[in-house]
């Protein structure tokens, strides 16, 4: 069964500061991996999302690389701001056929980036 | 454009109750997801629709726990004989197309159940 690892489960920095958000994955033979954004009371966001033969994507301050056969992900998310408080998840998709929409989530690293 | 709504934002059931969990998807999304997600927890799948079909139903945890989708927009999740562990955010996604696994899929702002 595939499970999904966040780490840290909290961070908290100071803004403008880079950080990184690591996900880790326990079966390589992954469709897909995304990285969400879920704000208190609100539904999930999707973030940025890289296909197992793609390294990483980049959306503005936001970088995220993907090695599957190692089975990891990192989120570099570039001179932070109070807005980009939330919690941020990583959720994989196994390449099974005809499911590869399901998604399976890591707990997810709450952020809180400081004024 | 409206987003995925769902309703209500927040349910207090009694341990035994039925409850009764509606999800309006993005107009013209053929493809709707459905999670549950404990305190503390990621999103857990439940099951998924191809317009009116449910194609997926491997995570719902029990017979208690039926969802539909009879004219293949409005979703609605039903709890029977509600437990103290079905106590949860219920979160809807959908998607435009079919769900091959690279499509966005857009979430709803959940419901919060609570069984008492």
């Known amino acids: 069964k595939q499970e999904v690892t966040q780490i840290p489960a909290a961070l908290s920095v100071p803004e403008g500061e880079n950080l990184v958000l690591n996900c880790s994955f326990t079966?390589?033979?992954?469709?897909?991996l995304q990285w969400f954004r879920q704000d208190p009371g609100k539904g999930l966001t999707s973030l940025l999302l890289?296909?197992?033969?793609?390294r990483e994507q980049t959306s503005g301050r936001l970088n995220a690389s993907l090695d599957k056969s190692s089975g990891r992900s990192t989120l570099y998310i570039a001179a932070s701001q109070p807005g980009d408080s939330a919690t941020y998840l990583c959720a994989v998709s196994l390449n099974s056929g005809g499911s590869n929409y399901k998604l399976t989530f890591g707990k997810g690293t709450l952020l809180t980036v400081n004024p | 454009g409206a987003g995925v709504s769902q309703s209500p934002r927040y349910k207090v059931a009694k341990r035994g109750q039925d409850v009764a969990l509606r999800c309006d998807p993005i107009s013209g999304h053929v493809s709707l997801f459905w999670y549950q997600q404990a305190l503390g927890q990621g999103p857990e799948f439940l099951t998924y629709f191809q317009n009116e079909a449910q194609l997926d139903k491997s995570g719902l945890p029990s017979d208690r726990f039926f969802a539909e989708r009879p004219e293949g927009s409005v979703s609605t999740l039903k709890i029977q004989r509600t437990q103290q562990e079905d106590s949860a955010v219920y979160l809807c996604a959908s998607s435009l197309r079919l769900a091959r696994g690279l499509e966005t899929q857009y979430f709803g702002p959940g419901t919060r159940l609570l069984v008492l």
């Open positions: 890289i296909q197992s033969s793609q």
């Open positions: 079966d390589s033979a992954i469709y897909n």
